[in-house]
């Protein structure tokens, strides 16, 4: 059996390549979902990782680059998941 090596790019990740399945935020029409400003953009978000077959390699490129925003269906700041909600910034402005 050979083990999937964890992408060291965002391409990498997206390439669709190595027979893997391309995740759903490729082409999603909006790329800002998955960088919301409040927490239903937050559940909208990971709504559509729940579908995706890339779920768990996401989540483990995103934590080691240290990425911000939903990735793998978990919402991280600098690679840590986030586990209190945001406070809606969109009501800030």
Known sequence: MKLKQIPTTYGDLVSGEDSQ????CRDAANPDLWFPRNNEAIAIA???CAQC???SRCLQFAQQ???TGVWGGQLLEHGKVRIRPLRDLAAEL
Do not use: G, I, Y
């Not at 399945?21 to 759903?24: R, S």
């Open 53 to 55: 077959p890339l779920t």
């Open 65 to 67: 680059s240290r990425e």
């Open 21 to 24: 399945p391309a995740p759903l």
């Open 46 to 48: 990971k709504q559509v």
